[in-house]
């Protein structure tokens, strides 16, 4: 039976986890950058929200109160995440109210409308011809 010896360096797993480091720490800061710019602009972006399309928030609140009446203590607990995460919470809201806002995006017409069921299209009879024609080949 042949054996291959395999190379293995002792210093390999001290790079691999200071480089996984390296990538923690800079997401962490990544995430408390955006964390402030968002705060920072969070009222803004509320105001904004509520002007694109307010329907968005009022679920949003409609749907915490609805957590939290049906299952208490979870429903706490995501009224906190939002208290905690609101400029995270609030940008959320702002990009979707952006994208079911009608003033961006209109609704297309379909393409069979009310409108167009109540016209009549003009056509025009023609004379029956004799059944037998349609038989000869």
């Known amino acids: 039976m ?6 293995f360096s ?16 800079g997401f ?29 928030v009022l679920d949003h609140v409609k749907e915490l109160g609805s957590r939290l009446s049906q299952n208490p203590i ?3 607990l995501i009224i906190i995440l939002n208290i905690l ?25 379909p393409i069979y409308s009310k409108r167009q069921a109540t016209e009549y299209t003009e056509y025009e009879e023609l004379p029956v011809e004799d059944e037998s024609s349609y038989n000869k080949r």
């Open 10 to 25: 002792s210093g390999n797993w001290i790079v691999s986890l200071f480089i996984s480091v390296l990538v923690l720490v």
């Open 74 to 76: 979870f429903g706490i």
């Open 85 to 109: 995460a609101f400029p995270f919470v609030i940008g959320y809201l702002f990009v979707k109210s952006i994208f079911s806002s009608s003033w961006l995006f209109p609704q297309k017409e």
């Open 28 to 56: 962490y800061y990544l995430a408390v950058g955006l964390f402030k710019i968002l705060a920072a602009i969070s009222p803004v972006l509320l105001i904004c929200s509520l002007i694109f399309n307010y329907n968005v």
């Open 2 to 7: 042949i054996q291959k010896r395999i190379a």
